[in-house]
Nanobody, 123 residues
Framework: QVQLVESGGGLVQAGGSLRLSCAAS????????MGWYRQAPGKQRELVAA???????NYADSVKGRFTISRDNAKNTVYLEMNSLKPEDTAVYYC?????????????????WGQGTLVTVSS
């Protein structure tokens, strides 16, 4: 199996910064896409940022220029650097990884979600 552990959420004042981390463990052959999503109270989960194995990235318009997604393939970890935070960034942030998982001779593609980490930005 594959497990994801998120960390880095917390309470920050508007204009501040936070760095989220999401580390994958288990019998992993490779990790393709990596992404961060968020869900605010009463709203649908939305894509914040994503990166492919080739290094391309895309961001939600609302975070462009403020957030940066990066990955450390050696550590099976994806990061989200969040700067100039705004109260509207308050949400539970989830990582999502496209993983090729090995179970003996079998290889399976999985989309795995982290447990979520709360980011609260006060005004």
């Amino acid at each position: 199996q594959v497990q994801l552990v998120e960390s880095g959420g917390g309470l920050v004042q508007a204009g501040g910064s936070l760095r989220l981390s999401c580390a994958a463990s288990g019998t992993i052959f490779s990790i393709n896409n990596m992404g961060w999503y968020r869900q605010a109270p009463g709203k649908q989960r939305e894509l914040v940022a994503a990166t492919t194995s080739g290094g391309s990235t895309n961001y939600a318009d609302s975070v462009k220029g403020r957030f940066t997604i990066s990955r450390d393939n050696a550590k099976n970890t994806v990061y989200l650097e969040m700067n100039s935070l705004k109260p509207e960034d308050t949400a539970v942030y989830y990582c999502n990884l496209g993983v090729v998982h090995t179970a003996g001779p079998v290889y399976r593609s999985l989309q795995v979600w982290g447990q979520g980490t709360l980011v609260t930005v006060s005004s």
